[in-house]
């Protein structure tokens, strides 16, 4: 949530007595308002999960006169062909989507991030070797990838999962970082800074990372989307999350041989992916437009 | 808090009796395509006074700003300060000196502000921030200290309620103020030395005048040293009190302000007067010095100058001038000089 500090600041100035050009700044945070309340109630949903479920995602109460109900004001979302109510295994489902996203993620920017900071500082020819190993990376389809690096464990741990999404989801940020630090770079205020004997380190801290927080915090929320996205599939293919808890591909997995009498299994978790991915994205499209008058100075 | 407790306890180089600041023979080179290198400051010497105001004078492309940059060592790569090139600053040997203790000087000791204020200040942090964090990078001052010492320069520099503009960033201040606050970075540990690269050329006339007024008292007042790059003569005469004027890469004259507008002898500061509109004159156009300069990747052999010479003869296009001495601190490159006899207005071949 590094993208909540400069946000919260300029919001503070905006109201600033002494503000000399209208800012265009609270427009542009009424559009952030709703995805970012969005976002949270999602992840507040799967925090609560305990809280909101009627009953255990993995009990299976009665796996005979209580099989692949339909749903109904007793099990909203229906039950599984073992007794066991879908609605609390969505709601469950939510921690472990969403985990694996987001973690993936903050891997893929930290591997990213520290790829694209060297190439651009290091220039030359370490930069061409690494941005022409990118640009091989970039080449192998991700999907294929994940299956026949997954296809080695009968089951993926989560941890195993994390990882293996995260190492594969930095090429984008790792361009885009680049790219940002190289136009900060030739900049007139780094030249100044140098020019008031700012150390080198500092440099990078203090003048540049703080530019690179709209690339990512709209490459954070637009990855997740993906992420999200991307898990489902996997889990869908059987190549997701098991024990103890499923992932929302799992879910639909699971649904999938049953999916003309039972559609309660595969509609439910899809919609609930649907919605997550919805949600992210218009995050990150919101981000991005809030960012978008700061990288241009008046 | 004191500025000097607050300075770190860095040595401070004896002053002699010598300048404060003695470039000699400073070359600097860029490679240019093709194997051609551009030799944008070919040869300069000068040196400069404990709190004089230098200013150095020349149009745009005749390596004012690279001299500028050289003298902290932060000529733009693929540039390079060719070997043979002395820079001393209070005796150091800036062209040697390890980056580390380079570094504390710049900033410290010898600052520069910027032309451009809408681009040298970094629009994701406040202007008050900016400033602290040159107190803090060269002292051990504590952040407060820092932050109260950039609002107090903020004040120093005229800007009302400078402790609510530190909290603003760049983007929320006029071009004016974006000045004030560069000057504010490039003084706030009162440098000896500060170099202005044409620090009121990207802004209105009006606020010009307020910023030269606002160098000229922080200058009395902190007794630093100012070289003050500019291609305006007005701001010359009101600033200076030495000027040097630069064509090509060279110095073509050097001079006391007072003897360079009374008697101005290379011709081609005779052009720069001649080129000042004057209000009043019975003038149908304005006076230009015809063609531009040279290529610093093929500087002319003999007289650089000479192409748009209106006093050219044989000998400028085989023999190149020496600077010569013709005054007290009065120097000129120009043949004319010795053969005061040849100075017949001629149409320019350019």
């Known amino acids: 949530m590094a993208a909540l500090g400069p946000t919260g600041r300029n919001a503070e100035l905006a109201r600033a007595p002494l503000s000399a050009a209208p800012s265009k700044r609270p427009h542009t945070h009424r559009a952030l308002r709703t995805p970012l309340a969005l976002t949270l109630l999602l992840v507040l949903v799967a925090l609560a999960a305990p809280i909101l479920a009627p009953a255990s995602p993995i009990a299976q109460p009665d796996i005979v006169a209580q099989r692949s109900l339909p749903p109904s004001f007793a099990h909203l979302f229906g039950t599984d062909s073992y007794s066991r109510d879908v609605y609390a295994r969505v709601l469950y489902g939510a921690r472990v989507s969403l985990s694996v996203a987001s973690l993936s993620v903050a891997i893929a920017l930290l591997l990213g991030t520290c790829y694209g900071a060297i190439a651009a500082f290091a220039g030359g020819t370490v930069d061409r070797v690494l941005m022409r190993t990118l640009d091989v990376l970039l080449a192998l389809p991700r999907l294929l990838l994940l299956l026949a690096l997954s296809s080695f464990r009968d089951e993926v741990p989560f941890t195993y999962l994390v990882i293996l999404l995260g190492f594969t989801g930095w090429y984008g940020v790792a361009r885009n970082v680049r790219s940002e630090i190289q136009s900060q770079l030739t900049r007139d205020y780094l030249h100044a800074a140098r020019a008031t004997g700012v150390p080198r380190i500092r440099m990078l801290t203090r003048h540049i990372l703080p530019h690179l927080i709209p690339v990512l915090a709209v490459y954070a929320s637009l990855g997740v989307a993906q992420t999200i996205a991307l898990e489902a599939g996997l889990?869908?293919?059987?190549?997701?999350?098991?024990?103890?808890?499923?992932?929302?591909?799992?879910?639909?997995?699971?649904?999938?041989?049953?999916?003309?009498?039972?559609?309660?299994?595969?509609?439910?978790?899809?919609?609930?992916?649907?919605?997550?991915?919805?949600?992210?994205?218009?995050?990150?499209?919101?981000?991005?437009?809030?960012?978008?008058?700061?990288?241009?100075?008046? | 808090m004191t500025l000097s407790q607050l300075r770190s306890s860095q040595p401070v180089p004896a002053v002699g009796g010598g300048p404060l600041l003695n470039v000699q023979a400073l070359h600097v080179a860029f490679p240019a395509g093709g194997g051609a290198i551009a030799r944008a400051v070919d040869g300069i010497?000068?040196?400069?006074?404990?709190?004089?105001?230098?200013?150095?004078?020349g149009e745009s492309g005749c390596g004012k700003s690279v001299t500028a940059l050289s003298l902290l060592r932060l000529v733009p790569s693929p540039g390079r300060i060719e070997a043979g090139s002395a820079i001393h600053f209070n005796g150091l040997d800036l062209l040697t000196l390890p980056d580390e203790e380079l570094r504390s000087i710049r900033g410290n000791r010898m600052a520069m502000i910027f032309q451009e204020p809408m681009t040298a200040l970094n629009p994701v942090l406040s202007v008050g921030d900016q400033i602290a964090e040159v107190v803090r990078v060269h002292t051990k001052a504590s952040r407060r200290d820092a932050w109260d010492k950039a609002v107090d320069m903020l004040g120093q520099v005229g800007i009302a309620d400078p402790a609510t503009r530190a909290k603003q960033y760049p983007h929320e201040l006029s071009g004016g103020m974006r000045q004030r606050v560069m000057i504010a970075m490039a003084l706030v540990l009162e440098p000896q030395f500060?170099?202005?690269?044409?620090?009121?050329?990207?802004?209105?006339?009006?606020?010009?005048?307020?910023?030269?007024?606002?160098?000229?008292?922080?200058?009395?007042?902190?007794?630093?040293?100012?070289?003050?790059?500019?291609?305006?003569?007005?701001?010359?005469?009101?600033?200076?009190?030495?000027?040097?004027?630069?064509?090509?890469?060279?110095?073509?004259?050097?001079?006391?302000?007072?003897?360079?507008?009374?008697?101005?002898?290379?011709?081609?500061?005779?052009?720069l007067l001649a080129a000042i509109p004057r209000l009043g004159a019975d003038q149908a156009r304005l006076t230009t010095i015809p063609g531009t300069v040279p290529?610093?990747?093929?500087?002319?052999?003999?007289?650089?100058?000479?192409?748009?010479?209106?006093?050219?003869y044989d000998r400028c296009a085989t023999e190149a001038p020496a600077l010569v001495q013709i005054g007290s601190a009065h120097r000129v490159r120009c043949h004319l000089v010795q053969e005061p006899e040849r100075r017949v207005r001629r149409e320019p071949r350019a």
């Open chain 2, 295 to 312: 290529a610093p990747t093929d500087w002319p052999t003999g007289c650089r100058f000479r192409e748009r010479c209106a006093y050219a």
């Open chain 1, 235 to 298: 889990s869908y293919l059987g190549f997701g999350v098991r024990a103890p808890n499923p992932s929302w591909g799992t879910i639909m997995h699971d649904g999938f041989s049953v999916v003309r009498d039972q559609w309660w299994l595969t509609v439910f978790p899809g919609l609930a992916t649907l919605l997550a991915v919805l949600v992210c994205n218009w995050l990150g499209d919101a981000l991005r437009d809030a960012f978008a008058p700061e990288q241009v100075p008046a």
């Open chain 2, 45 to 57: 010497s000068f040196t400069i006074a404990h709190g004089e105001t230098v200013c150095l004078v």
């Open chain 2, 194 to 271: 500060v170099i202005a690269d044409e620090p009121t050329t990207a802004l209105d006339v009006t606020i010009q005048a307020q910023i030269l007024e606002l160098l000229r008292e922080l200058r009395a007042r902190t007794g630093m040293a100012l070289l003050l790059i500019t291609h305006d003569l007005g701001v010359v005469a009101e600033m200076a009190s030495r000027v040097i004027v630069m064509y090509a890469g060279q110095v073509v004259e050097e001079a006391p302000v007072e003897a360079l507008f009374a008697n101005a002898s290379h011709p081609y500061t005779e052009g």
